[in-house]
């Protein structure tokens, strides 16, 4: 009966370190950010993933807007997104610079890479409060037991809000994916060439 107890104790405070540790993982990042400390963000933050992310948000939305009203086979669509992966490859390639990426991550708005943002989309990825940190909980959300996504500002409109995603890889939680708001967007767009 003992051994079952402390059994049962031990899985379950492992379970719990478990849960936190995305939590602990993105405040940590927050932390690196704030420091502007390149070489632990750099350590946090799977590029690949992160350049795959953005690559299809961007590429999504560029076909999107021009192909406005017209009606695309499977085949043209699929060299349309090539060709704009293509295109949109140098301005990825200057989200993913350190600076640019300290500076999306420390406030949500690429101002090196971007004109000042109009509309004040803003985020602050450190719980700073308990009141913060409830909030990041309540808006998080699990897909299985490897990849969370938090959703940042919590109480701001959906179409102001980024999700980050953060995947499990071995035992470190990496920032593997950053869904940018359509404001956002829209402004890296207007910076691909158009043909």
């Given at each position: 009966m003992r051994w079952t107890l402390r059994i049962g104790l031990l899985l379950f405070f492992a379970w719990v370190i478990f849960a936190i540790s995305p939590?602990?993982?993105?405040?940590?990042?927050?932390?690196?950010?704030?420091?502007?400390?390149?070489?632990?963000?750099?350590e946090r933050v799977n590029?690949?993933?992160?350049?795959?992310s953005l690559t299809k948000q961007l590429v999504g939305d560029y076909i999107q807007q021009a192909s406005a009203g017209k009606e695309l086979s499977t085949l043209s669509r699929?060299?349309?997104?090539?060709a704009t992966a293509t295109v949109a490859d140098p301005i990825i390639a200057?989200?993913?610079t350190a600076d640019?990426?300290?500076?999306?991550?420390?406030?949500g708005w690429?101002?090196?890479?971007?004109?000042?943002?109009?509309?004040?989309?803003?985020?602050?990825m450190s719980p700073g409060s308990l009141r913060k940190a409830w909030d990041l909980f309540m808006s998080s959300e699990t897909r299985g037991f490897r990849i969370i996504y938090f959703t940042l500002p919590a109480k701001a409109e959906p179409a102001e809000r980024y999700r980050l995603q953060m995947r499990l890889s071995g035992l470190r939680w990496r920032l593997s994916g950053i869904e940018?708001?359509?404001?956002l967007r829209q402004k890296l767009i207007a910076r691909l060439p158009h043909r």
């Open positions: 939590y602990v993982a993105l405040y940590r990042l927050a932390k690196a950010v704030e420091r502007r400390n390149v070489a632990e963000i750099s590029f690949r993933a992160l350049r795959g699929q060299i349309a997104a090539e200057q989200l993913l640019v990426l300290v500076d999306l991550l420390d406030d690429p101002q090196q890479l971007v004109e000042e943002n109009t509309r004040a989309l803003r985020f602050d940018l708001p359509p404001t």
